[in-house]
């Protein structure tokens, strides 16, 4: 009897104790289309709640979702606070390794492609702080699609 009231007690005290993922879809949502009116933005919405803005379409290799690219690429909040930037001939990655907002972002662009990705909290970081960002954060980059490696 012991045994089964603890087990009970445990249980109940680790399921309470677990973080929950707090949903920001409609706050991001709405905080993403004031920037856009704000800014004079066209922007088409993808099905997962990405937005994105095409400047440059591009002319070269299209990536999917698993390649391997090279983008030079400037991230900031809504406010226009910078939180991280590359140097201009960009940095290489795999599309697989990082937010969600970028490994269906990207794909939009060919090669020479540049535009905006404005990325609500679930394709980013989620409720998660990450560095300077908070958990909760729109993300915004403007990005420049170099190579598909």
Not at 77 to 85: I, L, M, R, S
Request: aromatic content about 12%.
């Amino acid at each position: 009897m012991k045994y089964v009231l603890f087990s009970l007690v445990l249980t109940l005290f680790i399921s309470c104790s677990k973080d929950k993922e707090t949903d920001y879809t409609a706050k991001n949502e709405q905080e993403i289309v004031d920037y856009i009116a704000k800014n004079d933005l066209t922007a088409q919405k993808s099905s997962s709640g990405l937005y994105y803005v095409i400047n440059e379409p591009g002319t070269g290799a299209q990536p999917t979702a698993t390649s391997n690219v090279t983008v030079a690429y400037k991230g900031y909040f809504t406010n226009g606070k910078v939180f991280d930037k590359s140097e201009d001939s960009g940095i290489s990655f795999g599309l697989q390794q990082v937010i969600k907002g970028w490994t269906e972002g990207i794909p939009f662009f060919k090669e020479g492609g540049s535009g905006l990705l404005l990325i609500p909290a679930h394709l980013g970081y989620g409720s998660n702080d990450r560095g300077p960002i908070p958990g909760g954060s729109v993300l915004i980059f403007e990005v420049k699609l170099i190579a598909v490696n």
